[in-house]
C-alpha cells in the first residue's frame, strides 16, 4: 500500500507543471474569450495551430536536446537555412521530391555533426550550436542575400489546401506537426532510446555506469534536433513560400521558452513533448491577445517573460518541496 | 625554448598568438597597408586602431562576462541591457524623460549606469537568491529588455543632438579615442581587484566547487550577485558606446548578438564555461579576435555576409584546439611517443 501512495506522490510532482501549463492556456484562452468579441471560436485556436506548427515542430527537437541537459541555439538559422535553400534550389529547377528529402538530410547530418563534436571533444554544447548558428546563418547569406520567392506546384499547394472544418481552416502542414508531436510522444515514452534519454539527462555518469549508450544518444539527440529543425524550415517555407536569410532571427530562445513553460527542466531529465506544444500555444494565445488589444508586438516579449520568470519559480518551488519530501524520507529511514 | 614553454602555460597564450597571426595575415594580404597608422589633426588612424576602438564594446562585455563565467553561470541579457542602458541616457538627453535633469549627460550617464546595476542585480537575485540555473534566469532579462527599452522610448528610434554625449564613442585624448581610456580603466580596476584582493581567489573557487567553498567560509551567493550586478554595468558602459556611436538609441538592434560574441571571446580565451580558472586580459584577446576577424573580412574585401561562416569555422578550430581529448587524438595519429609522455604520471 505505501508503494501505491509512492507513485502517486511521484506521479503528482512530476505532473503538476504540465497541469499548470494546461491550466494556464485554458485560463488565457477564456480570458481573451471574455474580453473580446468572436475570440471565442474554433477558428482562433485552429489558428494558433496553423501559425505555430513549424514552431512546434522546431521546440520539440530541442526538447529532446534539452531533456538530455545540452542546449541548441542553431536552429534558428538551420530554419532559415532550410528555407534559403530549398527555395535556391527550386528556382534553379529542381523538383520538389528531390529537394525536400535533401535538406532534411542536410538537417540531420549538421545536427550529427555539432552531436559528434559536443560528444568526442567534450566541447560545450552552448558553444558549438553558437558556431552551428553562424555558420548557418551566414551560408544563407552566402546562398541570397535578398527574399527568394517559392513558385513551385507542390509547395503552393501546400501552402493553400487546407481542411475547413466548422468554419474553421485547418492547412495540411498541421498534420506534419501532429506527427512529429505523436511521434516524439511514441519514442519518448516507449523506446529504449527514449528512455535513455531521460537517464542521461537525469544522471549522465550513472546512466554510463548502467551501460547505457550515452554517447549514441547524444549524438542522436541533437541529429534529432537538427532533422526537427530542418523539417520546421520546410513547413515554414510553405507557410511563407519563400525563403530569407534573415528570417526567425533569435527564434530559439521561443523554443526554449515554449520548454520551459511546458515543464522541461534545463538541467535534464524532466519534461514532456506534449508540456512543448501546449507552451508554443500559450505564447501564441499571448500574441493573438496583443493583437487583439492593439498593443505594439513588442509586448508579446514582455508577457512571455513574464510567464517564463512565473515557471521557473514555480518549478523553483516544485523542485524544492520534492527535495524536502526525499529529505524527510530519508530521516525516517535512518531512524527506523 | 624554456622560457616560450612557460609562456605556453599562460591561460593568454594561444589567444594572442592567434590574434598576432590574424592581424599578420592580414598585413601580408594587404601589402602592410593594414598596419599604417596615420596622424590627422593629432588624432590616430588606421585600421588596428578601429579594430580597437570597435572592440571595445565586446571587451568590456567580455570582462563582465568572464567572472560571470568564472563562478559556472551564464549572462545572455547583456544584449538587452545595453539597449536600455542607451534607451535611458539617449531619452535624458533627448529630454523626453526627466525633463527636471535639463539634459544633462551626466546625470543620463549615471541614470544609464545605475539601470543597467539595476538589471545585473535583478540577474544575480534570480541565480544566487531563487537558485534559478543561470541561461534560464538571465533569459527572462533577454527577453523583456528589449521590451523594457522600447517602453523607455516610447517605442521610437531616439536620437540625441549633443557632442559630450557623441564624446563616449568618437572622442580622443592623446591622440587615441576614448573608448579605449574606458575599458584600460576597467581593466585596471578588475585585475587590482582580482590579483591584490582575495576575491579572485574566491571567484575561482566558487567556480570550481561552489559547494566546498560554502563549507571554507567563502559567501558563494553575495559573489555571484556581486559578479552579475558587475556584468550588467560593463554592458551598460558598452550601451552608452553603442548608442554614442550611432548617435541614438536603436532598442531593437542595439547590442543584437552582442551576448553570444561575448561569451565566444570569453571561451576563445580559454576560460571554461563549467567555471574556476579565469584570465581578463585572456578573454580581452579573444574579444580583439572577433574584432579583428570582421575588420580584416571588410578590409580584405570578402562579402560581409561570409563574416558569420569565417567566424563559426574558427571559433571551433580553437575550441577543438583546446580540448584535451583533441590534443590526444591527434597525437595519437602523429607521434606515438608523444603520446607515452603523456601518460606519464607529471
Known amino acids: 500500500m505505501s508503494e501505491s501512495v509512492k507513485t502517486r506522490k511521484k506521479f503528482r510532482i512530476r505532473n503538476m507543471s504540465l497541469l499548470v501549463t494546461v491550466l494556464l492556456f485554458i485560463g488565457l484562452f477564456t480570458a481573451g474569450s471574455a474580453a473580446y468579441d468572436r475570440f471565442f471560436s474554433l477558428s482562433t485556436f485552429c489558428n494558433l495551430l496553423n501559425d505555430g506548427s513549424y514552431m512546434i515542430i522546431a521546440s520539440i527537437g530541442i526538447t529532446f536536446v534539452l531533456l538530455t541537459g545540452g542546449i541548441d541555439i542553431s536552429i534558428s538559422s538551420t530554419i532559415a537555412f532550410t528555407c534559403v535553400f530549398s527555395a535556391f534550389l527550386l528556382r534553379t529547377g529542381f523538383a520538389a521530391g528531390v529537394v525536400i528529402p535533401l535538406v532534411l538530410l542536410i538537417g540531420l547530418l549538421f545536427g550529427a555533426l555539432m552531436g559528434f563534436m559536443i560528444d568526442a571533444y567534450k566541447l560545450q554544447p552552448f558553444i558549438v550550436t553558437l558556431a552551428g548558428q553562424f555558420f548557418m546563418r551566414g551560408l544563407c547569406a552566402v546562398i541570397s542575400t535578398e527574399s527568394i520567392p517559392i513558385t513551385d506546384d507542390f509547395y503552393k499547394k501546400m501552402a493553400l489546401n487546407k481542411i475547413i472544418f466548422a468554419g474553421a481552416k485547418i492547412y495540411y502542414y498541421v498534420f506534419i506537426a501532429a506527427v512529429v508531436l505523436i511521434g516524439a510522444m511514441f519514442v519518448l515514452k516507449y523506446t529504449r532510446f527514449g528512455r535513455t534519454v531521460y537517464a542521461v539527462g537525469g544522471n549522465e555518469l550513472s546512466a554510463s555506469l548502467m551501460g547505457l549508450p550515452v554517447r549514441k544518444t547524444k549524438i542522436m539527440v541533437y541529429s534529432i534536433s537538427g532533422f526537427c529543425a530542418a523539417l520546421a524550415g520546410v513547413v515554414f517555407s510553405f507557410y511563407t513560400l519563400a525563403g530569407y536569410s534573415l528570417q526567425n532571427v533569435g527564434m530559439e530562445m521561443d523554443a526554449i521558452s515554449s520548454a520551459v513553460i511546458g515543464g522541461t527542466l534545463l538541467t535534464g531529465g524532466v519534461g514532456t513533448v506534449i508540456g512543448t506544444t501546449v507552451g508554443v500555444m500559450i505564447q501564441g494565445v499571448i500574441q493573438t491577445i496583443v493583437t487583439y488589444q492593439n498593443l505594439n508586438t513588442w509586448w508579446t516579449k514582455v508577457f512571455s517573460a513574464a510567464l517564463l520568470c512565473l515557471f521557473i519559480v514555480i518549478q523553483r518551488i516544485l523542485a524544492g518541496r520534492s527535495e524536502k519530501i526525499k529529505d524527510v524520507r530519508g530521516k525516517l529511514e535512518k531512524t527506523a | 625554448m624554456e622560457k616560450i614553454k612557460k609562456l605556453s602555460k599562460y591561460q593568454g597564450f594561444w589567444p594572442v598568438i ?318 606515438g611517443h608523444q603520446q607515452e609522455r603523456m601518460a606519464k604520471p607529471v
Request: with cysteine.
Open chain 2, 18 to 335: 592567434v590574434l598576432l597571426a590574424i592581424l599578420l595575415i592580414n598585413g601580408i594580404v594587404s601589402g602592410g597597408s593594414f598596419f599604417e597608422i596615420k596622424i590627422v589633426d593629432a588624432h590616430l588612424y588606421g585600421r588596428l586602431i578601429d579594430i580597437l576602438r570597435n572592440g571595445s564594446k565586446l571587451m568590456l562585455l567580455a570582462t563582465g562576462m568572464t567572472f560571470v563565467l568564472a563562478t559556472g553561470g551564464t549572462d545572455i541579457s547583456v544584449g538587452s541591457v545595453m539597449a536600455i542602458s542607451g534607451a535611458i541616457a539617449c531619452s535624458i538627453v533627448d529630454g523626453r524623460i526627466l525633463p527636471g535633469a535639463g539634459q544633462n549627460v551626466q546625470v543620463a550617464i549615471l541614470l544609464a549606469l545605475l539601470g543597467g546595476m539595476l538589471c545585473g542585480a535583478w540577474n544575480g537575485f534570480l541565480v544566487s537568491k531563487i537558485k534559478i540555473q543561470p541561461i534560464v534566469a538571465t533569459m527572462i532579462l533577454m527577453v523583456a529588455g528589449r521590451g523594457i527599452a522600447q517602453l523607455i522610448t516610447d517605442g521610437k528610434i531616439v536620437t540625441v543632438t549633443s557632442d559630450s554625449y557623441y564624446f563616449i564613442n568618437g572622442g580622443y585624448i592623446l591622440g587615441l579615442p576614448f573608448p579605449l581610456f574606458i575599458v584600460l580603466f576597467v581593466v585596471v580596476l578588475v585585475l587590482l581587484f582580482t590579483k591584490k584582493t582575495a576575491f579572485g581567489l574566491f571567484l575561482e573557487s566558487t567556480g570550481c566547487n561552489p559547494v566546498s567553498s560554502h563549507f571554507a567560509g567563502i559567501n558563494v551567493n553575495n559573489i555571484k550577485w556581486l559578479v552579475y550586478t558587475f556584468c550588467g554595468v560593463t554592458a551598460a558602459v558598452a550601451g552608452l558606446i553603442e548608442s554614442a556611436g550611432i548617435k541614438g538609441a536603436d532598442c531593437n538592434n542595439a547590442g543584437l548578438f552582442m551576448e553570444l560574441d561575448a561569451i565566444l571571446a570569453v571561451a576563445i580565451g580559454g576560460t571554461s564555461l563549467n567555471g574556476g580558472r579565469f584570465s581578463v586580459p585572456a578573454s580581452l584577446a579573444g574579444a580583439l579576435i572577433i574584432q579583428s576577424i570582421t575588420t580584416s573580412v571588410y578590409a580584405m574585401g570578402i562579402a560581409p555576409e561570409i563574416t558569420a561562416v569565417v567566424k563559426a569555422v574558427i571559433v571551433i578550430c580553437i575550441c577543438l584546439f583546446q580540448s584535451p581529448e583533441f590534443k590526444e587524438k591527434m597525437g595519437k595519429r602523429f607521434s
